[in-house]
């Protein structure tokens, strides 16, 4: 068994990191507040202008003309991860580096072996895992995070679609955390470009295609200037989710910090307790022993 000092010294050591953790979750939960403010408010923007290009998008006679649109033999790739600058966030970081694990040796193999699937990083966490598997990091943008506004990801937006429209790339994918809620992650992948062009199912509601629209200038030139500002919204929203689902995650993962480090607390002053009666005991035994060979 440890000595008192020693027990006593762990149980300092403990309820210092409790303090720390717990201060942590506090600044976590007043950031996940705003994050969760901003990705909620952009949500139904995003996706109405989704719904709005994609229903343009599909009445038009050649879709594929758009240079966004067109559907190229995916021969270079570039995979956009997003992860976080800081660690302490649970299982946040690993389960997104995973799935990019997964899209790579599942659907770009055969690129990854002549060397052409390329990442581009938003997070330092993400470029640490990267690297330490030796997979080709072609840039990085890290601080986004530091102030994140639409203003601040539009040039890394523009930079990645003039890359597209250049074809230095032939597909580009996004993968990122999406925010629930403050307990649960969801870790997503989608295709950012070329843009994904689907027939609008058939459901009771009626769709913008059930309605008959007069397009001034034109249906083609409307697409034309909608096209970049959706890629831009997209993009964006997907750091919005990421940043959420980021705070989310490490409010969580320290409020449980928080709780084992209580728990472990009692465990270890149950301990000393036991131990300290114990060594009393002892001094007891020994002063009467000794009483007891005075005596004899």
């Not at 290009?53 to 038009?60: F, G, K, P, R, V």
């Not at 840039?139 to 937006?157: K, R």
């Not at 409307?222 to 750091?239: D, H, M, T």
């Amino acid at each position: 068994m440890a000595s008192l000092k020693e027990i006593r010294t762990r149980i300092s050591s403990v309820k210092t990191t409790r303090q720390v953790t717990s201060a942590m979750k506090m600044v976590s939960a007043a950031k996940l507040k705003k994050a969760q403010d901003a990705i909620l408010q952009i949500r139904p923007y995003a996706d109405k202008l989704h719904e709005i290009l994609s229903s343009l998008s599909a009445s038009l006679e050649n879709p594929g003309d758009y240079v966004f649109t067109q559907d190229r033999s995916p021969d270079k790739v570039l995979l956009i991860l997003i992860s976080s600058n800081r660690g302490l966030c649970g299982a946040f970081n690993s389960s997104i580096a995973k799935m990019a694990m997964d899209v790579v040796m599942n659907n770009y193999e055969k690129q990854l072996k002549f060397g052409n699937v390329e990442f581009l990083v938003i997070g330092k966490q993400g470029e640490k895992y990267l690297k330490s598997n030796k997979l080709t990091v072609a840039g990085h943008a890290n601080e986004l995070f530091d102030n994140l506004t639409f203003e601040t990801i539009n040039n890394v937006a523009e930079n990645v679609m003039d890359d597209f429209a250049n074809k230095k790339y032939d597909r580009v994918e996004i993968i990122y955390n999406q925010f629930k809620n403050a307990a649960v992650q969801i870790a997503s992948h989608e295709q950012f470009l070329p843009i994904e062009i689907k027939e609008e199912k058939q459901t009771g509601k009626k769709s913008l295609l059930n309605y008959n629209f007069i397009y001034e200038p034109s249906k083609e030139y409307i697409v034309q200037e909608l096209i970049p500002r959706s890629l831009k919204i997209q993009f964006y929203k997907a750091l919005l989710d990421s940043n959420a689902a980021e705070h989310g995650a490490r409010m969580t993962a320290m409020h449980k910090a928080t709780d084992n480090a209580t728990e472990l607390i009692k465990d270890l002053t149950l301990t000393f307790n036991k131990a300290r009666q114990a060594a009393i005991t002892n001094e007891i035994l020994e002063v009467t022993n000794g009483a007891e060979a005075l005596n004899g």
